[in-house]
């Protein structure tokens, strides 16, 4: 009986740790391979997992994206799962072409499947930190529920920087409450993340209430390279997203 205890405390211990390692961050400490491995495994499970809302993810998302840019634009959809961002364009009637990336060729499948007809989305197994795009070749990029995934963040938004042309929209998401503190490291404040996205040259930064566990953040890519001295003009903030 004296070792029995100590046994059971350390299963339930090393259960914890396990939950703690694979679900509840979702592997996020264990590397990007094992991140991908576990959307790998639950692919077919996602959708009912999240339980998106159809008529949010167009009003919240297509709608805002389809306002801001003209028919015809490239959007690149990092980490973008199931196809969320090119299904909540096709449900808002926008005429955008899609760049759908992700490391999990798996749930890029389950997209397909999700969005019949893919016409305008094309589908890309890769890797966030080393984009598969020539610089300047996109009018928007969309990075929803991924930088908490990100071992570099500021590495990360440098390649969608880098792949923005002149002008162009990035649209993230920024985790908060209660994942601070389950995911230390991974998470960012409002005023830190704002200052990751100015060290790499974006403006006209605007945080919007999403989710209850994240918030939107819209920010451009200057027309032009800003010098120290220069000033982001406020006036011309993005628009907010629909509600």
């Not at 405390?9 to 390692?21: C, I, K, Q």
């Not at 969309?142 to 929209?169: H, I, K, W, Y």
């Amino acid at each position: 009986m004296g070792a029995f205890l100590p046994a059971v405390a350390l299963v339930l211990l090393l259960t914890v740790v396990l939950y703690w390692l694979l679900i509840a961050t979702e592997g996020v400490y264990l590397g990007p391979r094992v991140v991908t491995w576990l959307y790998d495994r639950a692919a077919s499970q996602y959708e009912a997992i999240k339980k998106f809302d159809p008529e949010c993810e167009r009003a919240l998302i297509g709608a805002p994206l389809a306002r801001m840019l003209p028919p015809g634009a490239t959007i690149l959809d990092v980490g973008a799962g199931t196809l969320r961002v090119a299904r909540a364009l096709r449900a808002a009637g926008a005429a955008q072409q899609v760049i759908a990336v992700d490391r999990s060729r798996r749930m890029l499948e389950e997209g397909r499947k999700l969005l019949p007809g893919a016409g305008a989305c094309h589908l890309v197994q890769a890797d966030c930190m080393a984009l598969p795009l020539a610089s300047g070749s996109c009018d928007a990029v969309t990075f929803l529920e991924v930088a908490e995934f990100v071992q570099n963040l500021g590495a990360a938004l440098a390649e969608c920087q880098r792949v923005l042309s002149p002008g162009g929209v990035l649209l993230l998401s920024n985790r908060k409450g209660w994942a601070r503190w389950y995911m230390p490291g991974h998470v960012r404040s409002a005023e830190e993340l704002t200052r990751m996205l100015e060290r790499e040259g974006f403006c006209e930064i605007v945080f919007v209430p999403w989710q209850v566990e994240y918030d939107l953040v819209l920010a451009r890519k200057p027309v032009r390279t800003q010098r120290a001295q220069d000033v982001p003009d406020q006036g011309q903030a993005l628009p907010a997203p629909a509600r």
